[in-house]
């Protein structure tokens, strides 16, 4: 069974500049989420996808963060225009809670550095 | 909100030795989750424990949970060179999905 995927793995950026993120989640993975690991700090939640639909986006810090996910599939996550604090690791994580099976699986994470 | 904050601590064990690392949280949970980030990794789900759950085991993986105090620890046993990564304790809410993490430890394992 393939991972959780994301791409790029590293992606260095100017501040004023957009950058896009995507996260490939386990096939048949009804739930995804985003996470972002801001350098000396916790990792925190972003936003939470069932299928397509939005489910809980109360951790996106301000709109200059987008996040899609059409068809239910694959997500991505748009910062537009990155600033200097937009720095650090983005997570992504899929989940099919069924029963005891109760574990989410992570991918990579997407290194962004916004210079 | 929920929130899972390890005690800040960087270990530094040699090999065969155990490592003890705890975590503690705010409000009440519904289950407590432990993840393991190698260099350049990304995060592995460890363990889960439930809150009605009091300790739980996997090979060489030790979790007790306290509801009472709010704190949970994780004992890694007879440690590895590839044990040397950071270690971060989520919880999750009843009616939510979204995890709360804590700032991690960083447990380096000797040989």
């Known amino acids: 069974e393939a991972g959780v995927t994301q791409f790029p793995s590293h992606s260095v950026i100017e501040k004023g500049q957009t950058v896009t993120l995507r996260c490939d989640p386990i096939s048949g993975h009804d739930n995804l989420y985003w996470y972002r690991r801001v350098m000396g700090k916790e990792i925190k939640f972003l936003l939470h996808?069932?299928?397509?639909?939005?489910?809980?986006e109360s951790g996106m810090p301000n709109n200059r963060f987008l996040a899609e996910r059409t068809g239910g599939t694959y997500s991505t996550l748009k910062v537009q225009p990155a600033e200097l604090e937009d720095s650090g690791v983005y997570f992504c994580?899929?989940?099919?809670?069924?029963?005891?099976?109760?574990?989410?699986?992570f991918g990579s994470g997407t290194r962004l550095t916004v210079v | 909100s929920q929130q899972g904050e390890e005690d800040p601590q960087a270990l530094s064990i040699q090999e065969g030795e155990n490592a003890t690392m705890n975590c503690s949280y705010k409000t009440s949970i519904n289950n407590l989750q432990w993840y393991r980030q190698n260099s350049g990794r990304g995060l592995v789900h460890l363990i889960l424990i439930r809150s009605n759950e009091r300790e739980k085991h996997s090979g060489r993986l030790r979790v007790t949970l306290d509801t009472s105090k709010k704190s949970s620890s994780l004992l890694i046993t007879a440690s590895r060179a590839a044990d040397t990564a950071s270690y971060f304790c989520?919880?999750?809410?009843?009616?939510?999905?979204?995890?709360?993490f804590g700032k991690g430890n960083q447990v380096v394992v000797i040989p």
């Open positions: 989520a919880t999750d809410g009843w009616g939510n999905n979204r995890l709360a």
């Open positions: 996808f069932v299928k397509e639909s939005k489910q809980d």
């Open positions: 994580a899929s989940s099919q809670v069924t029963g005891d099976n109760y574990g989410y699986t």
